[in-house]
């Protein structure tokens, strides 16, 4: 069948399962992945991810950070240059891309047959290890844990979620923590003229938050502001630092106003909320406290982690830092055991997995106490990428084994599936000496 007698529908189906749009896909991928690792150098880890692999499309390529990461400006400055763009997808869009020309050509289009099976299962592990990326992108929590020597928590903050939490001051110190919480997308879109009220049967007021600003900080107001909150206005701030690069999330400091109304009476109180606020906004309501902040969303660990000991190893002769490491006790209920935690060798228990990630010898600080920092992260997807990557090894491996069985004139599958056997016995066997 010529292509000019194909249905609109059959032409969108040989397109997208095509095998030139699967390597158009994958230069892509790998331009992406190679001017993200050099801006990487000079904005970090976490913008470059966010700008060129989790982002549907890429608005600018930093062609200065790219230039001085291979060193040429040693031949020729050229400053800092950035090439907006607006079109080219990201690896959000071409990881979806992929994923459908897989499905169709991989799995739906490709000949079936006893010869085809070992590749088939393959595609459908590479379809396996996508839709974990995808799952991770969207479920997973990820936040830090700050512990001195001797210290215990079960809590760590978010590093992307904000939340407004107002909790009741309690008087007796034995009392159980009650706190109310408002996520930030049912505020965040209220900035300028926009107000929202939130209310509760268990507080005395109801909350009106306005003026959400994502980077701002208060800034001492004149007399003449109409939107001075005790002397001081939210500022809004960019989000681009001196190069033009987006600052990462986790730097930015956002704020708002927020105007408690009484339920009883026509008493107001109006205070600013603002993320890096060293207090939080205290509301008085006849001898009962509440304090109102805009902070990291906090979650809560089923274990708890003590830091016994903390070290850091330097390079020999230098100040630069080769390993963090940490001795920790879990702290399950009554049940205590001893881990060990270093760079890139995180513990996994009960769905989470605790990495090491800074260290602090106290001497800034001028407290002499030393610390440790914990990334937290609680991923549903957190071995689906060893489990794909095993699939694939065992469906590549049943292809080229039944190759071979045929160029060697033996039975297919009772050659292929005794070696595979055989192979996965000897690498259990392995895994189970070296755990």
Same mark, same amino acid.
């Given at each position: 069948?010529?292509?000019?007698?194909?249905?609109?529908?059959?032409?969108?189906?040989?397109?997208?399962? &095509?095998?030139?749009?699967?390597?158009?896909?994958?230069?892509?991928?790998?331009?992406?992945?190679? *001017?993200?690792?050099?801006?990487?150098? @000079?904005?970090?880890?976490?913008?470059?991810?966010?700008?060129?692999?989790?982002?549907?499309?890429?608005?600018?390529?930093?062609?200065?950070?790219?230039?001085?990461?291979?060193?040429?400006?040693?031949?020729?400055?050229?400053?800092?240059?950035?090439?907006?763009?607006?079109?080219?997808?990201?690896?959000?869009?071409?990881?979806?891309?992929?994923?459908?020309?897989?499905?169709?050509?991989?799995?739906?289009? %490709?000949?079936?047959?006893?010869?085809?099976?070992?590749?088939?299962?393959?595609?459908?592990?590479?379809?396996?290890?996508?839709?974990?990326?995808?799952?991770?992108?969207?479920?997973?929590?990820?936040?830090?844990?700050?512990?001195?020597?001797?210290?215990?928590? #079960?809590?760590?903050?978010?590093?992307?979620?904000?939340?407004? @939490?107002?909790?009741?001051?309690?008087?007796?110190?034995?009392?159980?923590?009650?706190?109310?919480? %408002?996520?930030?997308?049912?505020?965040?879109?209220?900035? /300028?003229?926009?107000?929202?009220?939130?209310?509760?049967?268990?507080?005395?007021? #109801?909350?009106?938050? +306005?003026?959400?600003?994502?980077?701002?900080?208060?800034?001492?107001?004149?007399?003449?502001?109409? #939107?001075?909150?005790?002397?001081?206005?939210?500022? @809004?701030?960019?989000? !681009?630092?001196?190069?033009?690069?987006?600052?990462?999330?986790?730097? !930015?400091?956002?704020?708002?106003?927020?105007?408690?109304?009484?339920?009883?009476? #026509?008493?107001?109180? +109006?205070?600013?909320?603002?993320?890096?606020?060293?207090?939080?906004?205290?509301?008085?309501?006849?001898?009962?406290?509440?304090?109102?902040? =805009?902070?990291?969303?906090?979650?809560? =660990?089923?274990?708890?982690?003590?830091?016994?000991?903390?070290?850091?190893?330097?390079?020999?002769?230098?100040?630069?830092?080769?390993?963090? &490491?940490?001795?920790?006790?879990?702290?399950?209920?009554?049940?205590?055991?001893?881990?060990?935690?270093?760079?890139?060798?995180?513990?996994?228990?009960?769905?989470?997995?605790?990495?090491? &990630?800074?260290?602090?010898?106290?001497?800034?600080?001028?407290?002499?106490?030393?610390?440790?920092?914990?990334?937290?992260?609680?991923?549903?997807? /957190?071995?689906?990428?060893?489990?794909?990557?095993?699939?694939?090894?065992?469906? =590549?491996?049943?292809?080229?084994?039944?190759?071979?069985?045929?160029?060697?004139?033996?039975?297919?599958?009772?050659?292929? *599936? &005794?070696?595979?056997?055989?192979?996965?016995?000897?690498?259990?066997?392995?895994?189970?000496?070296? =755990?």
């Amino acid at each position: 069948m010529s292509d000019s007698s194909k249905s609109l529908p059959a032409k969108v189906f040989a397109f997208l399962s &095509s095998f030139g749009l699967a390597t158009s896909v994958l230069v892509m991928l790998l331009v992406l992945t190679f *001017l993200g690792t050099l801006e990487q150098a @000079e904005h970090g880890l976490v913008a470059s991810q966010a700008r060129y692999f989790e982002s549907a499309f890429i608005d600018r390529i930093d062609i200065g950070a790219c230039w001085r990461a291979l060193a040429f400006n040693a031949y020729w400055d050229i400053g800092n240059v950035s090439l907006p763009l607006y079109i080219v997808p990201g690896g959000y869009t071409l990881m979806a891309i992929l994923f459908v020309n897989l499905l169709l050509g991989g799995i739906m289009r %490709i000949r079936k047959s006893p010869k085809t099976i070992g590749v088939i299962i393959s595609h459908f592990a590479i379809l396996f290890m996508i839709a974990a990326g995808a799952v991770t992108h969207h479920f997973a929590k990820e936040g830090n844990m700050n512990l001195r020597e001797g210290q215990t928590a #079960d809590e760590f903050l978010s590093f992307h979620d904000r939340v407004i @939490e107002i909790e009741k001051v309690q008087t007796d110190d034995k009392a159980k923590r009650s706190v109310l919480v %408002i996520d930030e997308a049912k505020y965040r879109d209220l900035t /300028d003229g926009k107000g929202r009220t939130f209310t509760s049967e268990s507080l005395p007021f #109801d909350l009106l938050i +306005t003026g959400w600003k994502k980077n701002a900080q208060p800034k001492r107001a004149d007399g003449s502001r109409a #939107d001075a909150v005790d002397g001081y206005f939210i500022q @809004e701030l960019p989000h !681009l630092d001196e190069s033009g690069a987006a600052m990462p999330d986790e730097q !930015l400091g956002s704020a708002c106003v927020a105007i408690a109304k009484m339920k009883k009476g #026509d008493e107001k109180q +109006t205070g600013i909320l603002w993320e890096f606020a060293a207090a939080p906004w205290t509301v008085t309501v006849g001898a009962d406290k509440y304090l109102i902040s =805009l902070v990291h969303r906090t979650y809560k =660990l089923p274990f708890a982690v003590r830091l016994d000991q903390t070290e850091e190893e330097k390079h020999p002769g230098t100040e630069r830092a080769r390993r963090f &490491s940490s001795k920790v006790t879990k702290i399950n209920g009554d049940h205590e055991e001893k881990r060990y935690i270093t760079m890139n060798e995180p513990v996994r228990s009960e769905g989470y997995a605790v990495f090491q &990630s800074t260290f602090s010898s106290g001497e800034r600080e001028g407290t002499g106490v030393k610390s440790s920092g914990f990334m937290i992260v609680e991923n549903p997807a /957190d071995h689906w990428p060893l489990i794909s990557c095993i699939i694939v090894a065992e469906g =590549l491996l049943l292809h080229f084994l039944m190759m071979l069985a045929r160029f060697i004139k033996v039975n297919p599958w009772a050659f292929s *599936l &005794s070696l595979i056997a055989a192979f996965n016995a000897a690498f259990a066997l392995a895994m189970w000496k070296l =755990l």
